[in-house]
């Protein structure tokens, strides 16, 4: 389980609904494995019975660093004929709330409403549930030039040492 479950989801019928149907799918797993302690601990909020005889347990998204120190560095000035000016974010994550691209999305847009012809770039591999609505948002408020939406790769080592910032 990498994702959280929120109050609004399980409003009313319907959501009362929803949260007994997760329940009976959730008693017949031998073991549920949360991506870290705020998801283990969110699901047990709603799911108190997994916290009996090990049926829920959190694993850490470890991360290799010797990996980054090995790795090339992409070019995605070159790769996308953007000029040394250019200021790169990298934002590689999942479109999820807990993210906070919608906070990314409201600072850009404020960089650029001061200073409309700033060389920022921000580099997007992200990809999930909310990716559609963020483009809409984007497109919304004008910033399409500003964010480079990129298929996924599985060389993040060198997508992170391309971008002179990750957000």
Same mark, same amino acid.
């Given at each position: 389980?990498? =994702?959280?479950?929120?109050?609004? !989801?399980? $409003? %009313?019928?319907?959501?009362?609904?929803?949260r007994a149907l997760i329940?009976? %799918?959730?008693?017949?797993?031998?073991?549920?494995?949360?991506?870290?302690? =705020?998801?283990?601990?969110?699901?047990?909020?709603?799911?108190?019975?997994?916290?009996?005889?090990?049926?829920?347990?959190?694993? $850490?998204?470890g991360i290799d660093v010797?990996?980054?120190?090995?790795?090339? !560095?992409?070019?995605?000035?070159?790769?996308?004929?953007?000029?040394?000016?250019?200021?790169?974010?990298?934002?590689?994550?999942?479109?999820?709330?807990?993210?906070g691209f919608q906070y990314?999305? !409201?600072?850009?847009?404020?960089?650029?409403? =001061?200073?409309? $012809?700033?060389?920022?770039?921000?580099?997007?591999?992200?990809?999930?549930?909310?990716?559609?609505?963020?483009?809409?948002?984007?497109?919304?408020? %004008?910033?399409?030039?500003?964010?480079?939406?990129?298929?996924?790769?599985?060389?993040?080592?060198?997508?992170?040492?391309?971008? =002179?910032?990750?957000?």
């Open positions: 389980v990498h =994702d959280i479950f929120q109050r609004s !989801q399980f $409003r %009313g019928m319907l959501g009362e609904i929803k329940a009976i %799918g959730l008693r017949n797993i031998n073991v549920t494995m949360a991506v870290g302690e =705020d998801a283990k601990n969110n699901l047990s909020t709603y799911y108190p019975f997994l916290k009996k005889g090990g049926q829920l347990v959190s694993v $850490r998204n010797l990996k980054f120190n090995a790795a090339k !560095q992409r070019n995605y000035r070159n790769e996308l004929n953007l000029t040394e000016e250019h200021i790169l974010f990298g934002f590689f994550g999942l479109f999820m709330k807990q993210k990314l999305r !409201q600072v850009i847009y404020r960089i650029v409403t =001061d200073n409309p $012809r700033t060389k920022i770039r921000v580099i997007v591999l992200g990809w999930g549930g909310f990716i559609r609505e963020e483009k809409i948002e984007i497109s919304k408020l %004008g910033l399409e030039k500003f964010f480079i939406f990129l298929p996924h790769t599985d060389k993040m080592e060198e997508a992170v040492k391309g971008v =002179d910032a990750v957000v």
